[in-house]
């Protein structure tokens, strides 16, 4: 009986799939710190800061949830020797970084802190 291959088998030598699996995990754990960082900031500017935090879980989870595709093309994409770039997942994580900075600094500037 031959021995199949992996269907996350590739040839590239440098794991260029596994490094940008990595740092799509990075992203998504500093998503989940910038919760717990707003989440500290719930008792001084009141119940609009679990907007941010339910943003930043909700941006989190999204990275998480589609991990798993991104890497199962990323291989299909070397070994097809085509790969082209992820526009709309670079731009989510881009727009959803901006908003909750936007957010955040309107949080600290703008909304009183309650004693």
């Given amino acids: ?5 992996d269907a996350a088998w ?4 440098g794991l260029q799939p596994e ?3 990595l740092a799509w995990s990075r992203t998504t754990m500093a998503m989940v710190v910038a919760a717990a ?12 800061v679990g907007t941010l935090v339910g943003g930043a879980i909700i ?6 949830l589609t991990q798993k595709r991104r890497f199962h093309k ?11 770039p992820n526009i709309r997942s670079m731009a989510a ?3 959803s970084v901006v908003i909750l900075a936007v957010l955040g600094i309107y949080t600290v500037l703008f ?3 309650q004693p």
């Fill in 1 to 5: 009986m031959p021995a199949q291959r």
């Fill in 10 to 13: 590739h040839g590239d030598s």
């Fill in 19 to 21: 490094r940008t699996d």
């Fill in 37 to 48: 960082v707003f989440l500290r900031w719930l008792p001084h500017h009141g119940w609009f």
């Fill in 59 to 64: 941006a989190a989870l999204a990275i998480y």
């Fill in 74 to 84: 990323a291989v299909r994409g070397i070994n097809q020797d085509t790969m082209p």
């Fill in 93 to 95: 994580v881009a727009a």
């Fill in 111 to 113: 909304l009183p802190v």
